[in-house]
């Protein structure tokens, strides 16, 4: 099985990603709902939540950990590869990469939580690849609420999305990195708000591209893992809102297990 968690229920998206780009490996995921958001919590609690979330899908079989949080991904992925040995995947530099791959690269946006952002390793790890470029990031707080709330396309959303895009689109950036789990609902309003001709990356479809190619590259690895189609997906606590919502990134009705 693959691992993927998640500080709650937006981390679906990477599952939906791999779902749409792998062969039908199985899949188990954690979603820490008691414990959401990361976001707003020191880099100490989301690393150790880190591990004991890793912990916990290693204890149920996951031979590799993907890690779809980014503000996990922000501070926990070095202390993961170090302290398990297994291949571990975060969501950042699959993103970057495309990111400096593009065209036009020279002026990139990055949104995501606060965590994230104010951690700077989106531009860290841009200007790394890219010196010359400019990298532009503004922490957007509102948009994991309205997304847990459902509100995908209310006129307070659109209206919240612009305002904290508006830096952004006035810096003229060429490509938008979404550096949250939660942000790949929004990509249409996102998209509709920054500019048609800017380049949307959802970190998502980029870490599950990379997990497709590590596969091939490592069949040894992809031979240890089922591929029966099959997705378990647990969560820390549970509510009516946190099914809908599952059930609207998936695509499909689904149940969650409290554990
Ligand atoms: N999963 C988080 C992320 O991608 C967003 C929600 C949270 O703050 O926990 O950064």
Not at 25 to 50: E, N
């Amino acid at each position: 099985m693959i691992g993927i968690f998640d500080s709650g229920i937006g981390g679906l998206t990477t599952v939906k990603a791999l779902m749409d780009t792998l062969d039908g490996h199985d899949l188990i995921y954690f979603g820490d709902t008691a414990r959401t958001p990361y976001g707003s919590k020191s880099r100490d609690t989301v690393a150790r939540y880190a591990i004991e979330n890793t912990e916990f899908l290693l204890g149920k079989g996951a031979k590799i950990i993907v890690m779809a949080c980014n503000t996990a991904s922000s501070v926990a992925t070095e202390i993961l590869k170090e302290k398990f040995h297994v291949p571990v995947f975060e969501v950042i530099t699959p993103a970057v990469e495309q990111a400096v791959s593009q065209k036009n690269r020279s002026r990139i946006g990055v949104i995501g939580t606060r965590g994230t952002i104010n951690s700077g390793i989106y531009e860290r790890l841009i200007k790394e690849k890219l010196p010359d470029s400019s990298v532009f990031s503004t922490p957007c707080p509102l948009l994991v609420p309205l997304v847990e709330e459902g509100w995908f396309d209310k006129p307070e959303t659109r209206m919240i999305v612009k305002k904290y895009l508006h830096p952004l689109k006035v810096r003229q950036v060429e490509s938008l990195i979404l550096g949250c789990t939660h942000y790949p609902l929004l990509k249409t309003i996102i998209q509709e708000k920054i500019g048609k001709r800017v380049k949307i990356i959802d970190s998502s479809v980029a870490v599950a591209e990379k997990i497709r190619e590590f596969f091939l590259s490592h069949p040894e690895t992809d031979g240890t893992i089922a591929k029966n189609g099959l997705a378990e997906l647990f969560v820390s606590d549970i509510t009516a809102q946190f099914e809908t919502t599952a059930s609207t990134i998936l695509k499909r009705k689904v149940s969650l297990t409290k554990v």
